[in-house]
């Protein structure tokens, strides 16, 4: 018998902001099926309209609380671009590490504290403490560690202060490095805890696939984070001046996030692009989390962007270690704590990519001959994954619409909690909607 | 206290950053849910009640549906508290309430801006000026800050829960810094809103990681008088000309004044 879906109204958690799907079907005919982002808009490409270009990278960086590292130095890229201003090695380096800590406690705070609830049939991860209560102290050391990582480095893990246009105002001192190093290597255990964990667990990701474009960054030295070009599963290696029309951003009524498309009709971005477009550059831990899942490139399961996130979490830790050992060996060079790098203020436009923890996040600005800036854009990850969340819903609602509502509801839950999105960002709250189309 | 206080979170306009310093006291967490009931806490968990005493709210009011929400909350709730910079007094997002909002739709949306003038759009129904909680309902208490200083947040939850008034510092920043034995911004050739900026949370981390103080915990109560007069005269510089020089957090609050309550404030 075919049902009519008339769930309504229920509330999707344990995501980053507001967003509702509106599922709509009568005697099992899908008859409307989509993505609704209904965050209030918070209009940063016009906050920034008038401001210094020592102050953007401050406002961006309220764009998003979680990656607020990310935004910050997308927009220092950004601004630096503009007028030209290179970076010493050594602040390269520390941006890195500030970029991997945040990366890393973003990346377990969404898998432990958001995702893994659905794995072990929770509502939250509060239960989890009685149930799972080694499991979940695990998971609190990791996040503290990508927290610590930040605050050294960076001075606060939310809207760090130290990265400035140019370089640091403040550098950590060596034997913090030394400490972190050390916490870094003892945190190999916690990391194989949760492998186990979730390796338990990992029947519980449903089998979806659908086919599509993913857009990373990459480089041809390392696994792309800070730096590199924008590269297409689609199309290969893409030109960062050109990410206007790598996006295509269009608005869509229903949302008021934009949508993008590039080669295909949609694109996904996140941990598990970059882990299909740059998997040989993973350290040796990180593919060794990837034999113990089976997972290889390409994978099209945007479920498995949480086991991607995993083992992205075992690389950051290598690739912290790697960037630690470096700094140490060549020694810090000493600056004041209250450092002004020399930056000749001049007029441009500049864009930066990061690869924030949810995916490339392109900023632009365009600035006048005393730095203020006239205009400015940000191309946000979620904002990316949001037209690939639609068409994943589309194909996955016809292939489960005989399951009790409670099942689809949860499994499409699942779905946009997979892509870990970071509405606030864009545009706070996953409503999940089922229209009852059904006459009275 | 026979029973557990029932806590809940909610998020209006913001980017999330208070909540997540409250997920980042980590294993302290775990002490907090000891001695309260969370009972709704979307960013972390999936159960919701509105049977709650204490609610906490985050970001800032920008459309008529948080005002709904807001409301809602405030009707529910024994206990209002604005948690973070955007609820307690509009904080980075009232940058734009200084700008015509025509402009401001179009830099965002481009030709699509048009959306926000048309009534079938009800998504993008968005208020010219973004405001804090307190413009709308009557808020008890506030934690400020962008983002808010985990301590100060135990502090006020334990001030709360011992039945006592969470109150907050009126010193300037400057009081801090000098405690911290930082180098003062402006002798290192910087505008700094340290002065005027109420101190007592934030130990002026800003400035002791090299930069300034940006005004992010709001205004000191009647800064002209509070200010760190000493600072400001050796420098040259008078509260007015601070206050004018920094639209960064302030663009609510230099219109309504730093204790300005719903009955002061048109909506």
């Known amino acids: 018998m075919s049902q009519n879906i008339d769930i309504e109204g229920n509330l999707v958690t344990r995501v980053e902001g507001h967003g509702e799907i509106v599922v709509n079907a009568t005697d099992g005919q899908l008859e409307a099926c989509e993505w609704h982002v209904v965050e209030s808009p918070r209009f940063f490409e016009s906050m920034v309209v008038g401001r210094d270009w020592d102050e953007i990278h401050h406002i961006v960086s309220r764009i998003c609380g979680i990656c607020s590292v990310t935004h910050t130095m997308t927009g220092l890229k950004a601004v630096e671009d503009a007028m030209d201003v290179e970076l010493s090695e050594q602040d390269v380096k520390l941006r890195k590490l500030a970029l991997a800590g945040e990366t890393l406690q973003s990346h377990v705070l969404h898998l432990g504290y958001l995702a893994l609830p659905d794995l072990v049939g929770e509502k939250s991860v509060v239960p989890m403490a009685n149930t799972h209560e080694e499991e979940v102290k695990t998971v609190i050391r990791l996040h503290k560690l990508g927290n610590e990582l930040i605050e050294t480095v960076a001075g606060r893990s939310t809207h760090a202060q130290r990265t400035i246009p140019g370089g640091f105002s403040q550098l950590p001192r060596e034997a913090e490095l030394r400490d972190l190093r050390a916490s870094l290597e003892g945190s190999w255990n916690d990391v194989e805890t949760v492998v186990d964990l979730v390796l338990s667990l990992a029947d519980e990701l449903p089998e979806f696939t659908r086919e599509t474009e993913f857009i990373s960054l990459t480089d041809p030295d390392e696994y792309a984070l800070y730096e590199g070009v924008p590269y297409s599963s689609d199309t290969g290696e893409l030109d960062l001046a050109d990410y206007r029309e790598i996006v295509n951003e269009h608005v869509v009524e229903q949302s008021t996030a934009k949508f993008t498309k590039h080669d295909r009709d949609s694109y996904m971005v996140g941990a598990l692009a970059r882990f299909n477009n740059n998997y040989e550059q993973l350290g040796p831990m990180a593919t060794a989390v990837a034999d113990r899942f089976g997972l290889k490139p390409v994978c099209h399961n945007p479920y498995l962007n949480n086991v991607a996130q995993l083992i992205e979490t075992a690389h950051l830790i290598e690739h912290s270690i790697e960037l630690i050992d470096s700094l140490l060996e060549s020694g810090l060079e000493a600056q004041s704590d209250y450092h002004k790098p020399d930056v000749d203020v001049t007029a441009g436009q500049g864009v930066g990519a990061i690869e924030a923890p949810r995916g490339i996040l392109f900023h632009e600005y365009a600035l006048d001959e005393t730095g203020t800036a006239l205009e400015g854009n940000c191309v946000i990850p979620t904002n990316q994954n949001h037209a690939n969340i639609q068409l994943d819903m589309e194909r996955l609602v016809p292939t489960i619409i005989e399951r009790p509502q409670e099942e689809i509801e949860h499994t499409l839950e699942m779905l946009v909690r997979a892509y870990d999105p970071c509405i606030s960002c864009s545009t706070h709250y996953l409503d999940v909607e089922f229209v009852d189309t059904q006459p009275e | ?267």
């Open chain 2, 1 to 267: 206290m026979t029973s557990k206080p029932k806590v809940a979170f909610f998020d209006f306009a913001g980017c999330e950053g208070d909540q997540l310093e409250i997920i980042n006291l980590e294993e302290r967490l775990l002490d907090l849910v000891e001695v309260v009931e969370v009972v709704s806490f979307r960013e972390a968990m999936s159960e919701h009640s509105d049977d709650y005493e204490i609610a906490f709210v985050e970001g800032s009011i920008t459309t008529p549906h948080d005002v709904e929400r807001l409301e809602e909350v405030r009707s529910n709730a024994d206990t209002v508290i604005a948690i973070g910079s955007c609820a307690a007094f509009g904080g980075i997002n009232s940058i734009r309430n200084e700008q015509d909002f025509e402009t401001v739709t179009e830099r965002a949306y481009g030709e699509d801006a048009a959306m926000f003038d048309d009534p079938d759009a009800e998504l993008f129904d968005s208020f010219a000026q973004a405001q804090p909680a307190k413009a709308f309902v009557e808020v008890e208490y506030e934690v400020p800050g962008c983002p808010i200083d985990g301590e100060e947040f135990i502090q006020t939850v334990t001030a709360i829960l011992q039945g006592g008034d969470p109150s907050l510092a009126n010193h300037p920043v400057c009081v801090d810094c000098k405690l911290a034995e930082n180098t003062c911004a402006f002798d290192r050739d910087e505008i700094c809103l340290g002065p005027i900026t109420r101190g007592g949370g934030c130990d002026a981390t800003c400035v002791s990681q090299g930069t300034r103080c940006w005004g992010c915990r709001g205004l000191v109560d009647n800064p002209a008088e509070d200010a760190y007069s000493e600072v400001l005269q050796e420098y040259g510089v008078t509260t007015d000309e601070l206050l004018n020089e920094f639209t960064l957090y302030w663009s609510w609050q230099r219109e309504h004044g730093p204790q300005a309550d719903m009955q002061e404030v048109e909506q």
